[in-house]
């Protein structure tokens, strides 16, 4: 018998994975969580039937989430982490001796508590003591906050569901609030190339736009997410990606990486046409 697990990206589109065996199933109150293990890409969570993280190509994600802004401003110190619970966005953050304290917002503590016991690999720094666990609602807390941080990264699950809340204007009008006066923020931007994802991407990158006076997009090649392109989008009140990007300062620090690199960040925003027409033309 063969096992596999098998995601819907479209109406007309699956992508299947063989599954060696199924690890874990819960419910939460908001959500399934779903743990396998694979020969190919060894542990897979999901949630509602969606993938989260494998343990093969997580780390493209991860690089790219967090080394963009970090290589551009080396002088974060404050991060505020929305969603994450895999908490492999913590990990890369936790590389910076720099960083002096890291918010990690997740509504769904069993999402932690399933990764902290399933996937050490993401989990495995979330006791450093720089992190601060808030287990709440990202979009509520972030109410609160102003002037706070010099970094925010919206590390959320797709605009349905528990992570709704974190594409609405009203998010990204207190995320502008919450950034310091030089802030970052950036967060996963969906994938250009099925149409359902695309119109996620330009509401959220429309709506960013109507706040931050820098907005761009970057782009990824993640093989487990649908069409495996990738799009985050980097937005600031001051700081250009590229024209700001400190190769030297970055380069000196030292840090081994498996898919970020200076070349690659000056590359990623580099868009495809199709991709330009989708923003409007205008994503700078």
């Known amino acids: ?118 996937l050490p690999q993401t989990a495995c720094k979330l006791d450093d003591p720089r992190v601060h666990l808030f287990f709440e609602d990202g979009l509520k807390f972030v109410r609160s906050k102003e002037n706070a941080y010099d970094l925010i990264i919206v590390d959320s699950t797709d605009p349905f569901g528990p992570g709704e809340g974190l594409f609405t204007k009203e998010f990204y009008g207190n995320c502008f609030k919450a950034l310091k006066e030089d802030g970052i923020l950036v967060n996963q931007h969906e994938s250009p190339y099925y149409h359902e994802y695309a119109q996620s991407m330009q509401r959220a990158h429309k709506r960013i736009k109507e706040f931050f006076p820098v907005c761009r997009v970057y782009q990824a090649h993640i093989p487990t997410y649908p069409s495996g392109h990738w799009l985050f989008g980097f937005a600031s009140k001051t700081y250009d990606p590229v024209n700001d990007l400190n190769e030297q300062a970055w380069n000196s620090l030292g840090l081994k990486t498996r898919y970020y690199n200076t070349d690659i960040h000056k590359g990623c925003f580099a868009l495809p046409t199709y991709v330009k027409e989708l923003l409007g033309n205008k994503e700078e």
């Open 1 to 118: 018998m063969e096992l596999w697990y098998t995601e819907q990206h479209t109406e007309n589109v699956r992508f299947s994975i063989k599954v060696d065996k199924p690890l874990y199933t819960g419910q939460s109150e908001f959500q399934r969580i779903d743990i396998f293990k694979s020969k190919e890409f060894g542990t897979i969570f999901t949630l509602d039937g969606l993938m989260m993280v494998t343990e093969k190509d997580e780390f493209i994600y991860h690089d790219m989430i967090v080394h963009v802004p970090m290589a551009t401003n080396p002088a974060i110190k404050n991060v505020l982490v929305i969603g994450a619970g895999d908490g492999g966005t913590v990990r890369e953050l936790t590389r910076y001796n720099s960083i002096e304290r890291i918010d990690m917002v997740e509504i769904d503590k069993l999402v932690v508590d399933v990764c902290r016991e399933y």
